[in-house]
């Protein structure tokens, strides 16, 4: 279980339960509801119980115990007022009695259900749901984003996505969907929903979509140890392992992208003496693995081929020492194995510093200016390789056309200076 960070502050600390451990209460509770849009509704239910209650009674010693009791009690009141009363009840009560099919008490035993998550995200992954529908699902279950964030990734309006959360929960229900993890062939059709989960996960962390922290280290941090999990209980799936690894990898520069004052630091400008050397050697062995897997047949995809270009920037002992041929190389590999404008962006930064600033404009300049919508992306790659290609005057616009784009203020902060920058190095030079 992650540590809380202590705080005075009774709405910090609900705020700070809540983040940490939203997601295990929901698969604990679902787990013992079997009913994941109920098991949802009595976390919330905590929730605001906490809010109301922890200002005046004070913050619990074990926060997480606390929402699990409040939890479970509002459970038994609810089928309480059902009709099958004894059933559900014996279900709810039974968990702290032990059995051969019931769970644990999950106050008195946290530590013996931390795969309850990874069950979670699996089920939010059910076949019966859209594409979409399991990435929002689990974004809300697991990940604690709110409706109205999650909206904002997927680029449409909070009550759109809020129904089309309600809707996946309803359709989980109707199918009797299990909380247990699948094995076998369902398992491997699910493995490729379960990954782009977690990774969607972690890159909301890694990056915020909006709000005035440019990084959510708790998300990066569970989605790594989603990966991690994922990788135990799929230890000869090279792709798996290449996800952990690349999560390790770039989870490793978190503590480096953000200044004293909470600025934000691009990577070649970031200390990386502050990256965690742990978490890089961690990445570099399942990467490690996962090659010894590739080697005997095993197909690999995007996730391992992210991690190889990763693990060059983790090599690198200064940002001049970074192999940009080699990760120019990876990226054209990844551009046919898993094509798609986030690639082509990224394959025009490498290009770029491997072989100049015109290099990196053509790959761009190739792409339809639509892919990506109303994300600052391409305006921000525009601008930097503008800005080594002297041109300052068109570098400052298109960085201030990134800033008008981006809903987080930390990344706004970083565009907006970079246009100031260039603005005040003078007119176009030829």
């Known amino acids: ?75 038994i009141d609810h089928f309480r007022r059902a009709d099958n009363l004894r059933r559900k009840v014996a279900e709810v009560e039974g968990a702290s009695r032990g059995g051969e099919d019931e769970v644990p008490d999950f106050v008195g035993a946290i530590d013996h259900i931390e795969d309850d998550v990874l069950r979670l995200i699996f089920l939010s992954c059910h076949p019966s749901l859209t594409a979409e529908s399991r990435a929002a699902l689990t974004l809300r279950l697991v990940g604690g984003l709110t409706t109205a964030e999650i909206a904002r990734g997927f680029l449409t309006t909070e009550s759109t996505m809020g129904q089309r959360i309600s809707r996946a929960k309803k359709t989980l229900a109707e199918v009797r969907a299990e909380l247990d993890l699948p094995t076998g062939e369902e398992r491997t059709r699910r493995l490729d929903d379960v990954m782009a989960v977690i990774y969607l996960i972690f890159n909301e962390g890694y990056t915020a979509t909006a709000g005035e922290s440019w990084t959510r280290p708790e998300l990066t941090g569970e989605a790594t140890r989603l990966a991690r999990m994922l990788a135990a209980l799929a230890p000869d799936e090279p792709e798996v392992l290449g996800l952990q690894a690349l999560l390790e990898l770039q989870g490793s520069r978190m503590r480096a992208r953000l200044d004293g004052r909470g600025g934000a630091v691009l990577l070649e400008q970031q200390d990386r003496n502050r990256w965690d050397q742990l978490m890089i050697r961690r990445g570099l062995a399942a990467l490690r693995r996962a090659e010894v897997l590739a080697a005997r047949g095993k197909p690999v995809g995007k996730y391992f081929l992210q991690a190889a270009i990763a693990e060059q920037h983790a090599r690198a002992e200064q940002a001049e020492d970074t192999d ?59 601008g930097d390789l503008l800005e080594r290609a002297g041109l300052h005057a068109q570098a400052a616009e298109a960085f201030a056309d990134a800033a008008a784009r981006t809903r987080n203020e930390g990344e706004r902060a970083v565009l907006q200076r970079r246009a100031a920058e260039n603005e005040a190095r003078g007119p176009r030079q030829e």
Do not use: C, F
């Open 1 to 75: 279980m992650p540590a809380h960070t202590r705080t005075d502050d009774p709405i910090e600390a609900v705020h700070a339960a809540w983040r940490a451990d939203s997601a295990r209460l929901v698969g604990a509770l679902t787990r013992m509801t079997r009913d994941v849009e109920l098991a949802a509704d009595l976390a919330q239910d905590a929730l605001v119980a906490a809010l109301e209650q922890w200002p005046t009674t004070g913050v619990p010693d074990n926060p997480t115990a606390w929402l699990m009791t409040t939890a479970k009690r509002r459970g």
């Open 324 to 382: 940009w041929h080699r990760i120019a190389a990876l990226y054209d590999v990844l551009s046919g194995a898993a094509p798609g404008p986030v690639v082509e962006v990224n394959r025009a930064v490498a290009h770029g510093r491997a072989s100049g600033p015109d290099a990196g404009l053509a790959v761009l300049e190739a792409l339809d200016p639509a892919a990506l919508g109303d994300s600052p992306l391409v305006a921000s790659v525009r």
